[in-house]
């Protein structure tokens, strides 16, 4: 596997998907947020 990874997708309780850091658990509201924190914290 390279540098990047994909987010577990999983769905608060208003059915919203959210997109999480299998890395370490963080929770984005939006994949857009998800890669920044990819990114940023773990590369
Ligand atoms: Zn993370």
Redesign the pocket.
């Known amino acids: 596997m390279g540098k990047r990874f994909k987010p577990e997708i999983v769905y608060d309780r208003d059915d919203e998907p959210m997109f999480r850091?299998p890395?370490?658990?963080?929770l984005f509201k939006k994949n857009k947020d998800f890669v920044r924190?990819?990114q940023k914290?773990?590369t």
């Open positions: 850091c890395r370490c658990g963080m924190h990819v914290s773990h």
